[in-house]
């Protein structure tokens, strides 16, 4: 098929102006710029059992010690405050490896049934490397997880080995059948394209997300590895993926209207061969949408972070463990929340790659 000059939908800017004070209002996470957080990221560990190139080096990271991490019971008090106190909408799990954490079941049980204030049933949703998931995916759906997204790179297996440094590319694909035979849908598929490794796969990787069901969303590769080998020289940018694509599919903006707050940039798909469906873009470097952002991070230590980016945190576990009530954790929570910056400015010279890793932060 010809490709097809489609152009990239509208960038989505940031909020031009800052609020000097917090106004009052009904105590939702709202920031300085206009933006309200209903979206909450929680990582449960910093560990991995793949060591992507891009997230860990082969031969892992100092983990964090077991009393630096929140228990269970502080993870749930802390999302119980975030959903009945602060209006968050959505708690998406995530790691390290959040498969590796024994109480993520517990956790999901305890956290699936919260309500917002106005009375908004919160959803619950986990990102996952997909390893162990084929033996607990059921389990999950009957404690009330909605749905999953898996990340994979590549369905050559000689390929996985090189990016993962493990050769388990089989016990992914076994967990996305098993997520998707759960009901835990829509099966969300993440996928990082490498110069000179995988970057040749994006149509592959579509028609094959669109033969099995499953979502399929590239994702351009930021600075978060802890290497510092990041080169924007070298990144696969979502021009170039939505250029390879045009070649193979027809593609159709999905307008910005129906995306709303999330991150993808969305393109419906059609084969001209009976394969049709979507699939996404998140071109967090070359086309932010950051003032669209409604996230808000909770690190497997308790800090808040207000962005992946972020060169500060704001520490819940400790006040936590000094006692403090729910009415206090959540002050705080909205204290740091107002001070999220408009961007994460990674085209400004002035820049700062952040001090944790991608795996010490949450995806």
Known sequence: MAA???????????????AP?????????????????????VSLTDRCNLRCGYCMPPEGLDWMAREELLADEEVVRLVTVAVRDLGVEEVRFTGGEPLLR???????????????????PVRTSLTTNGIGLARLAAGFAQVG??????????????????????????????GLRAAQEAGLAPVKVNSVLLRGVNDDEAPALLRWALREGYSLRFIEQMPLDPQGA?????????????????????????????????????????????????????????RPFCGDCDRTRLTADGQVRTCLFSTSETDLRGLLRAGASDAELAGAWRAAMWQKKAGHDI??????????????IGG
Not at 347 to 352: H, K
Request: hydrophobic share 40%; proline share 8%.
């Open 145 to 174: 997880l909605d749905r999953v997204n898996v990340s994979l790179d590549t369905l050559d297996r000689d390929r996985f080995t090189a990016i993962t440094h493990r050769d388990r590319l089989a016990d992914v694909l076994a």
């Open 102 to 120: 024994r109480g993520l079941a517990a956790i999901v049980a305890a956290t699936s049934g919260l309500r917002t204030p106005g009375g908004v």
């Open 230 to 286: 990041w080169d924007r020289d070298e990144m696969v940018t979502a021009a170039e993926i939505v250029e390879r694509l045009g070649a193979h599919f027809a593609l159709q903006p999905v307008p910005a209207s129906v995306r709303g707050s999330a991150p993808a940039e969305t393109w419906l798909v059609d084969d001209g061969a009976g394969l049709s469906g979507t699939v996404g873009v998140i071109a967090s470097v070359t």
């Open 4 to 18: 097809v000059s489609l152009g990239l939908p509208r960038v989505r800017g940031r909020a031009p102006t800052a």
């Open 347 to 360: 085209d400004d010279p002035s820049f700062l790659h952040p001090d944790r890793p991608m795996s010490a």
């Open 21 to 41: 004070a917090p106004p009052p209002g009904d105590g939702r996470l709202r920031d300085r710029f206009g933006r309200t957080a209903v979206d909450l990221r």
